[in-house]
């Protein structure tokens, strides 16, 4: 089949992109390349796939004829939609940088799909969506109705968009709400990532809430294996739900959203107890009380994806912070 897949030099996008070559289906990658981090990591995560079914193009969401274009004359079959502003704080101090990528660059995908058959596009939501919710697991049939970062806002808007075009034009959706994806070729304005570069230099880590904090870890491999196995699972229209007795996750539409995490959260000491060990440096840490936007724990309950694509995270944390460490090393040079 042929594939496009947006942020295809993110972190996610970059490994979605080599599965699918792997696989043997035509990819077309797009990404703005934008300097949010280090444009050269990204780059080079664009370098290693070099497979002859991979075409690049560098291009922004936001380009609405460049995005039509694009659609009428590449006729993919199926799009995975991974690019987006990313981070909770930036959001905070940069609002309008997620107005483009998060909100008119959904909008350009959508359309794009609508006017050209696409029979399924998975995109990424985010665990963020939860807000305030404070009941654990996480479960997509929980109320999301109060995000505290305006990043969570535009995700919890991108799922109601896609279910508006899910039921206007029966386009195919599925959201995934991601749960703090981490591993080899992160991004490096995530906790390891940061924790990793601190450490190494002999700097001090600045912990939040004094540590007491609890992230439903899911490591890179484990993510990619669900994005790919639920894109073969095509939403259908269900003319026997409501609003009042079904899920909010579903709906009479062929609308899905569903939790994509490792389903058992981490104390964050316990996180950076590992990053310790796989370094063999002891981290000094700077206690500090919980950030605006931030949230105390986040665990997905992940049934409903198992139920779907029989497959369930298997890497733990000690596994993966090492996997993460080894990379860094041979990347870096240290």
């Known amino acids: 089949m042929k594939y496009l897949v947006t942020g295809a030099a993110g972190f996610i996008g970059s490994a979605v992109v080599e ?3 792997a696989m043997g289906h035509e990819v077309v990658g797009i990404d703005n390349l934008n300097d ?6 990204k780059q080079a995560r664009l370098a290693r796939i070099a497979h ?10 936001a380009d609405r004829d460049g995005i039509a274009n694009l659609f009428a004359e590449q006729q993919f079959t199926r799009v995975i939609h991974l690019a987006a502003q990313a981070g909770v704080r930036y959001s905070i101090d940069n609002p309008m940088a997620y107005a483009d990528s998060n909100l008119v660059g959904h909008l350009t995908i959508l359309e794009g799909c609508r006017h050209n058959k696409v029979e399924h596009l998975v995109y990424a939501s985010s665990s963020s969506v939860y807000g305030l919710n404070q009941k654990m697991p996480f479960d997509t049939a929980d ?7 305006l990043y969570a806002a535009t995700k919890k808007s991108n799922e109601l968009m896609a279910h508006t075009y899910s039921h206007l034009y029966g386009v195919p959706t599925t959201g995934l709400r991601f749960f703090t994806v981490y591993g080899p070729w992160g991004r490096p304005d995530m906790a390891l990532f940061k924790f990793t570069n601190a450490i190494m230099e002999g700097k001090t880590i600045d912990v939040y809430n004094n540590g007491d904090m609890r992230r439903d870890f899911t490591y890179i491999d484990d993510i990619v294996e669900g994005i790919i196995r639920i894109q073969a699972v095509i939403p259908e229209k269900n003319s026997d739900w409501t609003v009042e007795s079904g899920s909010p996750a579903t709906s009479s539409a062929p609308y899905r959203v569903y939790n994509i995490g490792h389903g058992s959260p981490v104390k964050l000491m316990d996180f950076i ?4 060990e796989a370094l063999g440096m002891e981290a000094k840490k700077n206690f500090m009380p ?6 105390y724990a ?3 309950d992940t049934q409903d994806l198992f139920a779907a694509t029989d497959y369930q995270p298997a890497v733990k944390v000690k596994e993966g912070v090492q996997a993460f460490v080894d990379w860094y090393r041979a990347y870096y040079q240290r």
């Open 19 to 21: 599965r699918l070559c």
């Open 36 to 41: 949010y981090y280090e444009v050269s990591l």
């Open 52 to 61: 002859p079914q991979f075409t690049f193009i560098e291009l922004d969401l």
């Open 143 to 149: 109320s999301v109705d109060h995000p505290i970062s």
């Open 273 to 276: 107890e590992a990053l310790e």
């Open 290 to 295: 919980m950030q605006p936007g931030d949230v």
């Open 298 to 300: 986040t665990y997905a």
